[in-house]
Every structure is written in structure tokens, then in C-alpha cells.
């Protein structure tokens, strides 16, 4: 079955601290997405990838980075954690080619006090 | 660029009724179009999808019809159970880059059924 696993289901971090959130698919699949998802926003793509060592800003980059190492994982970073990058973080990952369905980890609900 | 509309809630029904949640899409060209359901405290998993007119996604007494004259993706089911609360999000995808790119998605919709 296909597995996409997130390092932390809850995460405290205080402002000004550099944040990393880790995904790893076990699909070998090409495509690789961070969302966030806020109450009354629903889910809002912040940067993906379709290969190792590419990256693709989404709809909200500002504040975050990203990095592909490997195939199978692709870390979402926040340099300098704020207050308003408290969120649910959702890491998804997909096949390459046409619209293929997006698989999704549980999410890292993130606290940034 | 795209946008999915489709009503909040939360949707509060009986066991056993019918439901629809609204779907309307605006894109370019020919997007594909899904379902993810949501239960509390997982991510989101695919329920169902679409990848071109008339084309019609059913999973677990689901169903979603493609209407590309109407740009909607109205989801339905005629017997819902208790089981069925979760956020029902609709989605599209569409983009130059073979797949690769992200979803649209809509807001979501809570829906809570009542025994």
C-alpha cells in the first residue's frame, strides 16, 4: 500500500528558530508537495518538486524552503519560524506523469509560539 | 487562474439521507477533477476522480459527474452513514508540468451525519 510518512504528527517551535518538517514516500514516486492547511483556507500548495535536486515555488513560498535530496525525500524548512506559520503542514507525493492522484501523509500540526 | 468553489458547511444531516456537496471549478483547457475525504486527525486520502467530460468517479457509494458545460463536480451519495463525517475537499489538477504540478483545491466541507 502506498505510504507517505511525516517525521512529527506535532511539532512546538519558538519564533526565530529554523524548522525542518521531513516526508518520505516509500512509491518511488517522481512528484513530492508541501501544503499547508488553515480553517476557512483549506489547502494552499507552498512548494513542490518533480525531481531530485528541483523545486518549484507553489501559491506561498514566502518564509520556506525546500530540499530534495533523494527520490523518496523532500523537507520543508522554515528559516526564521513566525507566529503566523503556525499551521497543519501536509506532505504529498504523486506518480509523473498526467494528473495522477496525490497520496498524503497525516500531517505535522505545527505551534510556533 | 484556477479556483474551486464549493459550500462550507457544516453540512449536518440524518442517517440514511441522501447528500450532495457542490462543486464548481473555474480552469483553462481540460482539467482533472477529484475527491478527498478527510477523517479527523489523518491526512487527506482520495475518494474518487475524473479526467475528462461525462466521465463519472464512484468509490464507496460515491459518485461525481464531470460537467464541463456546467464546470461542476457535484458529489453524491444516497445513503449516508455515521462513518461518513469527515471535510470532503474537491480539487483539480491542471498545469504545464506533465502532473507535476499541485492541486487546487476548494475550502472543504464539513459534514457531520447523525444517527
Known amino acids: 500500500d502506498v505510504k507517505v510518512t511525516q517525521s512529527s504528527r506535532y511539532l512546538v517551535k519558538r519564533t526565530g528558530e529554523k524548522v525542518f518538517l521531513e516526508c518520505v514516500q516509500d512509491?518511488?514516486?517522481?512528484?513530492m508537495f508541501w501544503y499547508r492547511q488553515d480553517p476557512g483556507l483549506g489547502l494552499r500548495l507552498i512548494y513542490f518538486s518533480y525531481d531530485v535536486k528541483m523545486k518549484e515555488k507553489g501559491d506561498i513560498p514566502e518564509g520556506y524552503s525546500v530540499s530534495r535530496e533523494k527520490k523518496e525525500r523532500f523537507s520543508l524548512i522554515l528559516e526564521s519560524a513566525s507566529t503566523n506559520q503556525t499551521s497543519m503542514y501536509l506532505c504529498?507525493?504523486?506518480?509523473?506523469?498526467?494528473?495522477?492522484?496525490?497520496?498524503f501523509g497525516d500531517g505535522t500540526r505545527l505551534s510556533i509560539l | 487562474g484556477n479556483s474551486v468553489t464549493q459550500m462550507e458547511g457544516p453540512v449536518t444531516l440524518s442517517e440514511e439521507a441522501f447528500l450532495t456537496i457542490n462543486c464548481t471549478y473555474t480552469?483553462?483547457?481540460?482539467?482533472?477533477l477529484f475527491w478527498y475525504v478527510q477523517y479527523p486527525g489523518e491526512g487527506l486520502q482520495l475518494l474518487l476522480k475524473a479526467t475528462k467530460a461525462d466521465d463519472k468517479g464512484s468509490n464507496k457509494g460515491f459518485e461525481a459527474t464531470y460537467r464541463k458545460e456546467t464546470t461542476s463536480f457535484h458529489l453524491e451519495k444516497g445513503s449516508v452513514q455515521v462513518s461518513d463525517s469527515a471535510v470532503y475537499f474537491c480539487?483539480?489538477?491542471?498545469?504545464?508540468?506533465?502532473?507535476?504540478?499541485?492541486?487546487?483545491f476548494g475550502k472543504g466541507t464539513h459534514l457531520i451525519i447523525q444517527p
Open positions: 512509491m518511488d514516486h517522481e512528484n
Open positions: 480552469a483553462t483547457g481540460y482539467p482533472s
Open positions: 504529498a507525493s504523486s506518480r509523473g506523469q498526467g494528473h495522477q492522484p496525490q497520496h
Open positions: 480539487a483539480l489538477g491542471q498545469g504545464s508540468g506533465g502532473g507535476a504540478d499541485g492541486l487546487t
